[in-house]
């Protein structure tokens, strides 16, 4: 489990995020969810502690970030898995290696072993075959499905994912999402997702968070945003035209 | 005020260079690999500048010296020495700042403006010694570099003058043994490992802090080679004046 308490951020003066409290629950795929632009990534970001936060506190299972020593952060940063929304791929490693690299640097996995399961996630993030060849060599999407594979393959106890499947394809959009939530369930992970994406929010959003003005606007599950009256995120969730057309035919009764 | 601020930067990441080390058996491949890339790879061009440089001072000093009563052993004499003082030492160092210092800068941004660095650190990991560390390791190597550099310069000399037939090959060796003091090779590879730690370390500070996106890994890559220039030839001053004075 992951609180947030009061957290706040801004850059030259300008508050991001204005005192932020939020709970991410363990076993549970947590959304944050939000406008472009609304402060998503800072958030996530202060969580990680890649930036240092104005004010507030991030606490994870009662152990408090602010307070901890550096070499007591890098190990607890050794039990987390994360999916930059630019993947964040290693460019001078092959596929394999990137997904590999976790294992290399805190297992004392042998070459095989470490091999056997990066082919084992490689397959899972539906991507095989792709081991041998450099980032630069594979599409956007498919790099994004490397940086999941190596974000999960050391099963971490925290996994933080920045828009997963934005530049994906719907179907494996899908995949990617079903796969992040079968893996939190199985390994009973704190998974904390950034989305803009609806239809993830309906598939995976066990719990949500919506971030609008540096604040947290509405809270609840996938379930319950669509029956909320609250109008900021009803503007939101309906701004795609499909959803739209879903609510309209709804109203008509159809 | 700012440059202030730089100095204190740069003196931190050096500190933290040393601090929560790689995995030893990562670091020495990495090490390995920087080797490879920085010394190795640079010996190509520095071998083909110096051997024309070598050249081009014996040449310059066979056609000043028209007084017949300074003898021909003159032109080994002033090849060795200004090889070995400067040429190899100095100027050597400059064109590695550009050659180098800019792909040690640029590599570094890149992986700073993609959030590769960002990622390294989440996994738990020191980027600054998993990034740097190698690199200085790699560069305590470079006088090896300078030392082959030092033999083609001389051989470059010695190729111009005497098969341009300026100074018999017999006169040419008596000048390269005319008073040789061991010193100044010890001072050429002092200045030699204080450059090779400011070629590893002054672009690895310009792209690890650096902002922005890839427009700006390229100023950062030009910043850089200025930077690393002028403290190269502060250095050079500083210990001239410090060691052979
Ligand atoms: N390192 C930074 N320095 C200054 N401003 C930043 C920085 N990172 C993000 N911001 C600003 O914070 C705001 C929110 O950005 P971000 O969290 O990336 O939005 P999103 O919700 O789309 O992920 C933006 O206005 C952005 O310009
Ligand atoms: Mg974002």
Known sequence: M?????????????????????????????????????????????????????????????????????????????????????????????????????????????????????????????????????????????????????????????????????????????????????????????????????????????????????????EGTNKEIFKTDNKAVTDFVYSSELFKKVRIAQNEGL | MRFLRHIGTYMMMLLGVFKRPTKAIVLKELILKEIDDLVIGSIGITAFISLFMGAVVALQTALNLDNPLIPKSLIGFATRQSIILEFAPTFISVIMAGKVGSYITSSIGTMRVTEQIDALEVMGINPLNYLIFPKIVALAFYPFLIAIIMFIGIFGGFLASVYGNLVSLEEFVVGLQDTFIPWHVAYAFIKTIVFGFLLATIPSYHGYYMKGGALEVGKASTTSFVWTCVSIIIANYLLTQLLLT
């Open chain 1, 2 to 218: 992951i609180e947030v308490k009061g957290l706040k951020k801004g850059f030259n003066g300008e508050e991001i995020l204005k005192g932020i409290d939020a709970t991410f629950l363990k076993g549970k795929t947590n959304m944050i969810i939000g406008a472009s632009g609304s402060g998503k990534s800072v958030f996530l970001k202060n969580m990680l502690g890649l930036f240092e936060p104005d004010a507030g506190e991030i606490i994870y299972d009662g152990e408090r970030l602010g307070e901890m020593e550096i070499e007591r952060k890098s190990d607890l940063r050794k039990e987390m898995g994360m999916l930059f929304q630019h993947s964040a791929l290693f460019d001078s490693m092959t596929v394999e290696e990137n997904v590999m690299f976790p294992l290399r640097m805190f297992t004392k996995m042998k070459k095989n072993e470490r091999q056997e399961r990066a082919n084992e996630i490689l397959e899972r993030v539906n991507l095989p075959g792709l081991n041998k060849k450099m980032p630069s060599e594979i599409s956007g999407g498919q790099q994004k499905r490397v940086a999941l594979a190596r974000a999960v393959v050391n099963y971490p106890r925290y996994l933080f994912c920045d828009e997963p499947n934005s530049g994906l394809d719907p179907k494996t959009a899908t995949i990617i999402d079903n796969l992040i939530q079968e893996i939190t369930h199985e390994r009973d992970i704190t998974t904390v997702i950034i989305s803009h994406d609806m239809n993830s929010v309906m598939e995976i959003g066990e719990t949500i968070v919506f971030l609008k003005d540096g604040l947290i606007a509405w």
